[in-house]
């Protein structure tokens, strides 16, 4: 299967623990996203890489989130000191440039 | 601002019955795509669609058929004879340009609709 893959896919933490999502794109695809979706409402942008530079941040992005793509193909979403609010399904996706995105299943993160 | 309204939260149909999805979308870009995504209860974001702005033209795919109207900012999508499998929560979604990324684009999305299709 050559589809956008995240790991894990399910999370569960207590309060104030870190917490580090991996994503592994579509292997000829430079661009990924990260994006949180909530119970009932459509996902919210976080960020985006163009190959290994993070061009953009959306204000969602507290100080204690935080991406990398080292080498331009994998990438990873760290949140430092987990709060309740941080609960959500956290999508990672990857496109070529000017075409669709494909997604990832998710990883869905508890905070308890 | 760039924005998606799916005004239907939740449809109720049964098998075989055609169903319609609105999507009404506001933008300053001249050039931007449109997008249907479907979301099955295992979570993966299934991409169904996408739409050029200068591309009118209405798209049938087996079942699937989607009704793009510039004039009403409107991109409506259309189940005929629907079936179980169907039953997904279904997104709309419109590109926007990236910050300081050329033609690079991130998605806006509706808040979904909820389509449960009985036996």
């Known amino acids: 299967d050559t589809g956008v893959s995240q790991n894990p896919r399910h999370k569960i933490t207590k309060r104030g623990q870190n917490v580090t999502f991996r994503c592994d794109p579509i292997?000829?695809?430079?661009?990924l996203y990260w994006y949180r979706q909530t119970l009932g409402q459509g996902p919210e942008f976080l960020t985006y890489?163009?190959?290994?530079?993070?061009?953009?941040k959306s204000r969602l992005l507290s100080d204690r989130f935080s991406a990398e793509r080292p080498k331009g193909s994998f990438s990873t979403l760290e949140i430092q000191r987990t709060e309740q609010g941080d609960s959500a399904m956290y999508l990672c996706?990857?496109?070529?440039?000017?075409?669709?995105?494909?997604f990832g299943q998710g990883t869905r993160l508890t905070v308890v | 601002a760039q924005k998606v309204t799916q005004a239907q939260t939740e449809i109720s149909v049964v098998e075989k019955e055609d169903v319609t999805l609105d999507c009404v979308y506001e933008?300053?870009?001249?050039?931007?795509?449109l997008f249907w995504y479907k979301q099955p209860p295992s979570g993966e974001l299934v991409f169904l669609i996408r739409?050029?702005?200068?591309d009118e033209q209405n798209e049938i795919s087996g079942r699937y058929s989607w009704n793009f109207q510039k004039s009403t900012s409107s991109f409506n999508f259309t189940i005929t004879a629907s079936q179980v499998v169907d039953s997904a929560v279904y997104f709309c979604?419109?590109?926007?340009?990236?910050?300081?990324?050329?033609?690079?684009?991130?998605?806006?999305w509706g808040l979904g609709t909820s389509l449960a299709v009985n036996p």
């Open positions: 933008t300053r870009d001249t050039t931007y795509y």
């Open positions: 979604a419109l590109s926007e340009a990236l910050k300081n990324a050329g033609n690079n684009r991130k998605l806006i």
């Open positions: 890489f163009q190959n290994e530079a993070q061009l953009e």
């Open positions: 996706a990857s496109s070529q440039q000017g075409a669709e995105a494909f």
């Open positions: 292997s000829e695809h430079n661009r």
């Open positions: 739409r050029n702005s200068f």
